[in-house]
């Protein structure tokens, strides 16, 4: 465990149940390693008491170095540990078991990685699913997402709470600066202009945007996916892609080979070009759990 070096300690709120086993309910975090799990995390514990929440964090093997420092820093910032689960495969070996490349419609890395593997711990861990609320981290600015996650949940048994839009509502710049209130830096990828704290910066979801952002922080690491694609279009003889160019009105696969050969024209993509990158739009993509 690392030295504790936090300024403050998140506030533990009021607990009736403290000392007690089996809280009525279980607060449940999703905590995904970025901004918007930290401060979700924060206030769970705030308003329930840290003896009935839970943080759960699910790996999908191609995280970046980082999140697992942010991950000890907030566990001790929080006092509460969180608990580590990894289904066992990254997302290009779960592309290959089911055939299918995600990209932004399909998300299946997320889909099996992490929701499927939630609910299959939670109906391992909680035989009564009313005694469980799940807190997601999505805010008001995703009012879609909130209202298709909520009742597929609702439906399966479980109550569910998004911190994110309770009051006081923050905006980016003071999502990013809470961590730091608690003597913890915020992750990396942030930094460096990274919309989230997911698989290293390497989304399927993301855009083009993104992974040109990738190649020009992480070579290596966008090399590696780059391979990996290569790898599995020839394994399934398909011409599929994470990315679509549409470009002239038309839409058709990118293989990140050809974007990388687009992107670096005229040479090398400067491998510092990151650094001057700000951060924007932190709690788009944070938090994917929804069903
Ligand atoms: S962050 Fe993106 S690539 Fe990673 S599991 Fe989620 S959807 Fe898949």
Redesign the pocket.
């Known amino acids: 465990m690392r030295e504790r070096r936090s300024k403050h300690r998140c506030s533990q709120g009021t607990s009736p149940f403290q000392g007690s086993q089996d809280p009525p309910v279980t607060h449940i975090v999703l905590f995904s390693g970025g901004l918007s799990s930290f401060e979700s995390a924060r206030r769970v514990i705030e308003r329930y008491g840290r003896f009935s929440v839970r943080l759960w964090f699910f790996d999908?093997l191609i995280e970046d170095e980082d999140l697992y420092r942010f991950l000890d820093d907030s566990e001790v910032a929080l006092g509460v540990k969180i608990e580590r689960f990894a289904e066992g495969r990254n997302?290009w070996q779960v592309f290959r078991d089911e055939r299918y490349i995600?990209n932004t419609r399909t998300?299946l890395?997320?889909k099996i990685?992490?929701r499927r593997f939630l609910k299959r711990l939670l109906a391992e861990r909680y035989s009564d699913r009313s005694s469980v609320r799940l807190h997601f981290g999505l805010d008001r600015s995703e009012k879609s997402r909130i209202a298709a996650l909520r009742p597929r949940w609702e439906e399966a048994g479980y109550k569910v709470s998004f911190p994110l839009t309770w009051k006081p509502l923050l905006n980016n710049n003071e999502l990013r600066a809470v961590p730091a209130q608690f003597g913890v830096e915020i992750p990396r990828l942030y930094r460096f202009g990274f919309v989230h704290n997911?698989?290293g910066g390497?989304?399927?979801?993301a855009g083009i945007k993104q992974w040109s952002l990738l190649l020009r922080c992480f070579p290596e690491r966008y090399l590696w996916h780059e391979n990996n694609e290569l790898a599995l279009r020839s394994h399934l003889r398909k011409d599929v892609t994470i990315l679509r160019d549409r470009r002239n009105g038309g839409t058709r696969p990118l293989t990140l080979r050809e974007l990388r050969v687009r992107l670096q024209g005229s040479g090398p993509v400067p491998h510092n070009a990151c650094a001057v990158l700000s951060c924007h739009n932190v709690a788009a993509l944070d938090g994917?759990y929804g069903v």
């Open positions: 999908t997302p995600g998300d890395c997320s990685l992490k997911n698989c390497a989304c399927v979801k994917m």
